[in-house]
């Protein structure tokens, strides 16, 4: 145990060897308007996105903890945006806290699955069969972990998409639901674990070695191995004999991680990692050439703000340089729950203002033009104020 710690912390120390620190500073700018997507349930616990629909316009999923529903958002188009959008309950389940939309059975019509934490502790699959939605859950995954995160794709090249699942607290782990010859089989899903964990907040496909299969990449908050890393995807054979997928560390080791992005932040064509870091921190990990990170820890002014949730690399000012929106929970009173960081030339940043007071916990971000004057609006949730699924109009571009 101790040779693994001074190995870990070691390791810490080499992969924050190339860090810098850089102090955002604050700035005026108007708050952005607020739109309810929906608020008629309670505990709106993260937002995903997909075109369930098929008419082109991304969706959204979302999972009401406290409520115990899951509901899809079908996207009205700029016209009717701002207006609460037409929804359907797809599902009854306590304790959801993650919802997304997932093809399994391979007809081109999505699906939604969910996964629950609490005493519940499932992954479920909500199907449309006969004009009903039918939810039922993967024996495999039922009473076994607190799920926190999910992703749906093809891991083993046979059967259609897999699921790759991550939880939280006691057991928790890294794994993936391997799909059988017929989805519908579900006592026919089997589970693979790939990494212990402590507390998973992201779990993002990304092609990090450039094979041409989906890596992941992950946020752990609590635990042993604290930070952002990636697992290596092995190949599809691999998959199929249930082989180890390789750890890479990325950045912010030891650190409370919290949600994490990928995107090109620096202009290089590389992917980078932005990741909210307890207490009130945005840890960015810029991708170098020969792979390795370079790490730039921006410290905010959080004299008016919750604690560190979620960030977004998105370009919010429309001038081709990408800015970080920023979401908060505890943020009570006159605290902020969430603000965006406009990145300057010359590696400055500063923090503005979005949503102002109102709201205590946010939760993931989303950046979609909703409102079709060209600039990138932000979908997230709110659910201790009960904002609920809700979007701010941009108010940064003139």
């Known amino acids: ?13 080499l992969a924050r060897a190339e860090l810098t620190s850089i102090k955002v500073t604050a700035a005026p700018g108007p ?38 529903v899951v509901r899809v958002y079908a996207n009205p188009g700029p016209e009717k945006a701002r207006a609460p959008w037409p929804s ?13 939309f997932a093809d399994l059975d391979g007809d081109g019509r999505l699906e939604v699955v969910s996964g629950t934490e609490g005493n519940t502790r499932t992954l479920y699959w909500h199907r449309e069969m006969g004009g009903q939605w039918r939810t039922d859950a993967f024996p495999a995954a039922s009473g076994t972990q607190m799920w926190m995160q999910a992703a749906a794709l093809d891991l083993d090249g046979q059967h259609g998409a897999d699921l790759l699942v991550a939880s939280k607290n006691k057991g928790a782990a890294v ?13 026919a899903w089997t589970y693979h674990k790939l990494r212990d964990a402590g507390w998973l907040m992201s779990l993002i496909p990304h092609d990090m070695d450039g094979d041409g299969d989906s890596d992941a990449v992950i946020s752990d908050r609590k635990g042993g191995r604290t930070g952002v890393f990636w697992l290596e995807n092995p190949g599809a054979a691999a998959n199929r004999d249930h082989l180890a997928w390789k750890e890479h560390a990325i950045g912010a080791l030891g650190s409370q991680v919290m949600f994490a992005d990928l995107g090109d932040v620096n202009g290089d064509g590389l992917a980078d990692v932005a990741v909210a870091v307890k207490p009130v921190g945005i840890t960015i990990c810029l991708r170098k ?13 959080g004299k008016n703000l919750g604690d560190a949730k979620a960030v977004k690399i998105v370009d919010v000012s429309g001038d081709s340089l990408p800015d970080l929106v920023f979401t908060c929970e505890n943020a009570k009173g006159a605290l902020e729950g969430i603000v965006w960081l ?17 709201g205590v916990k946010y939760d ?35």
């Open 342 to 358: 406009e990145q300057r030339l010359g590696a400055a940043w500063q923090q503005h203002p979005l949503g102002g007071p109102e």
């Open 31 to 68: 708050l952005w308007k607020r739109h309810t997507i929906d608020n008629t349930s309670r505990g709106a616990d993260g937002v995903k996105l997909g075109d369930f629909n098929r008419d082109g316009l991304p969706d959204i999923v979302t999972g009401w903890e406290e409520g115990g």
């Open 1 to 13: 145990m101790k040779t693994f710690f001074f190995a870990f912390v070691l390791g810490a120390v």
């Open 364 to 398: 993931l971000i989303q950046a979609l033009d909703l409102d079709g004057d060209g600039d990138s609006d932000i979908i997230t949730c709110e659910e201790r104020d009960q904002l609920g699924v809700v979007w701010y109009e941009n108010a940064s571009v003139p």
């Open 175 to 187: 794994g993936w639901l391997q799909a059988p010859l017929r989805a519908d089989d579900l006592g």
């Open 88 to 100: 359907i309950t797809v599902g009854e389940v306590k304790n959801v806290e993650e919802a997304i």
């Open 289 to 301: 050439a020969d792979g390795g990170w370079q790490e730039q820890v921006l410290t905010l002014d």
